[in-house]
């Protein structure tokens, strides 16, 4: 007799032996108590969850004689026959089975009733491979199906079958099964095996199987053939190609140390002697999530002690930053593993990035998630809080964090070192006496400030001003000042300087060009200064332009001035300082932007 592989020899005969899934089970049994069958049902989930194997203890209990509360008996005549083929039962596999011509035939067949039984089912497994005809032609029969048939599809991948086919049938989802299902199968097969495993080695092999207890069984076969005695966890990680906790835990330690030298040493270890990399990536990826639970805790229990040290503080939140980033490159890393050949070369490049990081110019988490820009709501009325007088300025740092206004969602720090800036920039964004503002006469003056403003950004005195923003054009009304605080007032802030320097963004463009212009910036500084300096200058960017340099920084782990600049695609002409006609009143310059120069008169 030849050997029958364990998931095939216990796979259950009835509802009562199966592990996991119980909504689905508990939701088939009373279906067949009631007699309410549908003519079409879906399974999907991962492989080895129990989905062929209910839909065949299904496919039985709706035809036998004596079911108990559901179940099947496995004692009457048409049970005993459905042990083995039965011509009632009939299982097609839907990527041999998937042309139109297969389908209309079984839609043929399907018209003739069961033999033996009450219902003729069909079991159609991997259906998602189905050809776009052949879903037409199975729709045919699911839009008008013979009271004697019932359609059980298998699918793990549902989201291609057509949504025709799922508004007709059944759905149910089934769930991966959990350690303590796997645990405690394994176990019992272990026993009437004969097969002597310790716990640790079944805990291993259930942590492994991926939540499928046909992969779980496979594993334990496999094992009871290597050892014959009692079979250990290092049986199973030796088969598995698994790596010993304390190496695991070395590795550990050197990346988070940031020694790439012994880090690549184990690496090169692990490889020589074939351990699974993939398996090894994702234990550390494991390990590492828990390292990382683990210091957030400790950095929170830090945090509310009075005494702070600041040297400290920091040295966490870079340990912190560094973990994080660990995480998401060895996340990238296993997606990359399964499409290459050349999975030690990855690992090395990805450690190598692991030890070379640094959060002032590596931190992929330090990059703010910046929102489209939109207007402020403007309220129906004037907003009533503490600020008595009419400039921002005038009310203290003090007042203002103690506003009951809106909380503005909290930007976090642009991680670029300044050393990047080099001399000529600094003397470019540092004001002089005949021209105390910005100027602009290239693309890399304007990606200079913006770049110079992003790495020294005062999040505090931002939010100060986003929170009294409502009050411009209230307060200005009626003032002189009242139409350039309107064009104020449609852009939003999105970056302040601890320099004293302003990104603002607009969606309009005339109004954005408006804002460039020096004479504007003397009546907008004025607006936002009152009697006490707080911003020096300010720099308007279109959205459009905004989202480019905001894509830039998360798309690049080490973002530089050069880099920007060779895709930076804004308009120059745009962005150039206006100086022409600045000293013309504000009314009059607007009058020459929206007309022409040549018919507009100055009467007085």
């Known amino acids: 007799m030849s050997y029958l592989v364990l998931y095939r020899k216990y796979r259950p005969q009835t509802f009562q032996n199966v592990v996991g899934q119980k909504i689905i089970i508990q939701t088939l049994k009373n279906a067949i108590r009631y007699q309410k069958i549908n003519h079409c049902y879906l399974f999907s989930g991962n492989k080895g969850t129990g989905k062929t194997t209910l839909a065949k203890i299904f496919s039985k209990a709706i035809n036998c004689l004596n079911p108990q509360a559901g179940d099947v008996c496995n004692q009457c005549q048409i049970c005993k026959q459905n042990l083995q083929a039965s011509v009632d039962i009939i299982e097609i596999d839907g990527a041999s089975y998937n042309g139109v011509d297969e389908i209309r035939e079984l839609q043929d067949k399907a018209q003739y009733k069961a033999h033996t039984g009450k219902y003729k089912v069909y079991i159609i497994d991997e259906v998602h491979v189905l050809t776009v005809n052949a879903f037409n032609a199975l729709l045919k029969i699911l839009e008008d199906p013979p009271k004697h048939v019932v359609f059980l599809l298998i699918t793990t991948e549902i989201y291609k079958i057509p949504e025709t086919i799922l508004s007709r049938s059944q759905s149910f989802s089934f769930e991966n099964l959990n350690l303590e299902n796997i645990i405690f199968q394994l176990k019992n097969i272990a026993t009437l095996e004969n097969i002597f495993i310790s716990d640790d080695a079944i805990k291993t092999i ?260 986003a929170n009294a923003w409502q009050k411009l054009k209230s307060n200005y009304q009626s003032s002189s000042n009242k139409t350039a605080a309107e064009l104020l007032y449609k852009g939003q802030i999105t970056a302040l300087s601890q320099n004293k320097e302003m990104i603002l963004v607009y969606r309009d463009n005339i109004a954005c060009q408006q804002m460039l212009k020096n004479n504007i910036k003397e009546s907008i500084l004025k607006i936002l200064n009152g009697k006490s300096e707080l911003i020096k200058d300010y720099v308007c960017f279109l959205d459009k332009d905004w989202q480019t340099l905001i894509t830039f920084f998360k798309d690049n782990d080490l973002p530089s001035l050069e880099s920007f600049l060779k895709i930076c695609n804004w308009n120059l002409e745009f962005y150039q300082t206006q100086t022409s006609t600045n000293n013309h009143p504000l009314i009059v310059q607007l009058a020459y932007d929206f007309f022409d120069k040549n018919i507009v008169e100055i009467i007085n």
Do not use: W
């Open 206 to 465: 259930a942590s492994y199987s991926d939540g499928s207890m046909r992969n779980a069984l496979s594993l334990l076969d496999q094992i009871s053939s290597y050892q014959n005695s009692l079979i250990t966890a290092e049986d199973v990680a030796e088969i598995k190609g698994l790596v010993s906790g304390s190496f695991l835990k070395k590795m550990l330690h050197s990346l988070i140390i940031k020694n790439h030298l012994k880090a690549l040493e184990l690496l090169h270890q692990a490889f020589e002697v074939g351990k699974n990399l993939d398996l090894l990536v994702l234990d550390l990826i494991v390990a590492f999530k828990n390292y990382l639970l683990e210091q957030m805790k400790s950095l929170k229990t830090k945090s509310t002690s009075k005494n702070k040290d600041s040297k400290q503080i920091n040295a966490s939140n870079e340990q912190s930053f560094h973990l994080d980033f660990v995480l998401k490159t060895l996340i990238k890393l296993q997606q990359d593993l399964k499409k290459s050949d050349q999975k030690h070369v990855l690992i090395e490049i990805a450690f190598l990035q692991i030890c070379s990081f640094s959060s002032h110019n590596h931190n992929l988490n330090l990059i703010p998630q910046f929102n489209h820009p939109k207007p402020f709501q403007h309220p129906d009325k004037p907003h009533k809080d503490n600020i008595e007088n009419n400039s921002l300025i005038d009310v203290s740092l003090d007042k203002t964090l103690n506003l009951n206004t809106t909380k503005i969602s909290q930007i976090e720090l642009f991680p670029i070192s300044t050393k990047s800036l080099s001399k000529t920039v600094k003397k470019k964004l540092s004001n002089d006496k005949k021209n105390p503002y910005f100027s602009i006469s290239s693309l890399k003056d304007l990606a200079m400030i913006a770049f110079d403003i992003l790495s020294h950004q005062d999040e505090t005195k931002r939010n100060i001003i």
